[in-house]
């Protein structure tokens, strides 16, 4: 069998798959029967294409293990909105919170994704406060066993329990092993601790209902991983997917091509994270949003990412930490119902990833995992900073280039703005504890020193 899929096949797939899910009918709610969570929502297999987006009617996916009924639209809440406290300290905003899941739920959101380590900690606790007031069998909650920094089955079995408790429920849907990149990292926090005895059993008893991990790592990795199929009987698996990451994946990640053929091959359905790359595919450089805004000009810049992501009919669901309302009404109006790529738009976007390709940004995705940092350094605000000006075209290569003068004041003022000087790059020594806990493999440290010299040549007008 080949080891990817080419765009005429992904097509085809995706058309076989239409006329299959197009039998099934439509979906009538979140999990059969209406609630509060799902009255007045009508879903739809979303696979034909028919009908144009933003229509109310949102787009369900078949779970082929279980038969969950799961909105192609899921929460990340990985981003809720965050507020200072009486003492300064960063907290999520729970009003607010809950008015953006009262929005997703309301209009046909039933998937809800988070892990302990979420913003730093509290996010586990944030959503289950928010779902508490709706029926448990209205929605899907996921979680993940976030055991990076103490991998023994009895904090493991804690980190478990913990969850639960957070989330205020007795099982969850959807249990990750989180952020595996092969074999090695498998063994050392699961395999040979015995904890992955304990989840088999938990899920035979019903407490967790799907058990799966997310990847970031090789195909090397991925390979690995899927051969203990057999053994632990994978319900689903978490990739990085996105338009520019079907084929121009960064770093040391596998294309996406790569890994949903994989997954494909062995009938297990995916579920998608970074479907904007961590916002970059939101904001991408102005002449590229032009080109994206006149192929389509009803549809934001996102909305092509969120269908590219949703095209694929091994898909389950798509991630997206929505921060704000305009971001979630976007993705609601992209997906109500999903109108899948043709040939045609593929091609184009195909074309957009490579345009996309010269414009060297650095792949972080604002997770935060590299945070806190124990010098307080802002990490992704100065990384997602250098971004945005390398799209806006404010990087100057040299002090001869034409727009030298305009591109030098531009980064050093909004750099100022948007990272305070004591949590700026020049405070990093180089400690490199925070280059372990990045799922993209980005050398921080490295890429911080790349910067800081970079702004003290702007300064001295040395470059």
């Known amino acids: 069998m080949k080891k990817n899929i080419d765009r005429r096949d992904f097509l085809k797939t995706a058309g076989s798959a239409a006329l299959v899910m197009g039998g099934l009918g439509a979906v009538a709610s979140c999990k059969g029967g209406d609630s509060p969570a799902t009255a007045g929502t009508t879903g739809t297999d979303g696979m034909s294409g028919n009908g144009a987006a933003g229509d109310g009617n949102m787009t369900y996916r078949t779970n082929s293990v279980n038969g969950d009924k799961v909105s192609i639209l899921g929460y990340g809440c990985m981003r809720w909105p965050m507020i200072k406290d009486a003492d300064g300290k960063d907290i999520i905003d729970q009003e607010t919170t809950d008015r953006l899941v009262d ?83 498998f063994n050392t926090r699961f395999g040979d601790t015995g904890i992955m005895d304990f989840l088999q059993e938990e899920r035979k008893a ?30 689903f698996v978490q990739i990085q997917l996105n338009y520019v990451d079907w084929t121009h994946a960064s770093g040391r990640n596998a294309n996406a091509e790569y890994l949903q053929a994989e997954l494909d091959k062995r009938g297990i359905q995916s579920i998608i994270m970074e479907p904007l790359l961590g916002g970059r595919l939101s904001k991408v450089p102005q002449h590229i949003a032009d080109r994206l805004k006149e192929r389509n000009p009803q549809g934001s810049v996102a909305s092509w990412a969120f269908r590219f992501a949703g095209t694929h009919p091994g898909v389950l669901t798509v991630l997206s930490g929505m921060t704000y309302m305009e971001h979630l009404q976007d993705n609601v109006r992209t997906y109500s119902p999903l109108v899948p790529l043709n040939e045609d738009e593929l091609a184009f976007l195909e074309e957009t990833a490579d345009l996309m390709q010269k414009y060297p940004t650095i792949p972080c995705n604002d997770c935060k995992y590299c945070m806190p940092c ?52 020049a405070r990093c020594i180089g400690c490199n504890q925070c280059t372990g806990h990045c799922p993209q493999r980005i050398d921080i440290p490295r890429q911080l020193h790349r910067i800081d010299k970079y702004i003290e040549n702007l300064k001295k007008d040395t470059l």
């Not at 350094?377 to 990087?395: M, R, S, T």
């Open 103 to 185: 929005y997703a739920i309301g209009h046909g959101v039933n998937y809800f994704d988070t892990a302990p380590v979420y913003l730093q900690g509290q996010s586990e606790a944030a959503t289950g406060r928010s779902l508490k007031r709706y029926p448990r069998e209205s929605y899907y909650i996921a979680t993940k066993l976030s055991n990076f920094s103490n991998s023994s089955k009895e904090n493991s079995i804690e980190m478990y329990r913990n969850s639960l408790k957070n989330l205020q429920t007795d099982y969850i849907d959807y249990y990750l092993l989180h952020s595996l990149s092969g074999i090695e990292a």
């Open 206 to 235: 019903g407490r967790i209902r799907n058990l799966g991990f997310s990847f970031h790592g090789s195909t090397e990795g991925f390979d690995q991983l899927l051969a203990l199929h057999e053994k632990y009987h994978w319900d």
């Open 374 to 425: 124990p010098y307080g350094i802002d990490i992704p605000a100065i990384l997602l900073h250098y971004n945005k000006c390398v799209n806006e075209g404010e990087i100057a290569k040299s002090i001869q280039d034409e727009n030298y003068k305009k591109a030098r004041r531009a980064y050093l003022v909004s750099y100022d703005r948007a990272v305070p000087k004591l949590r700026q790059a």
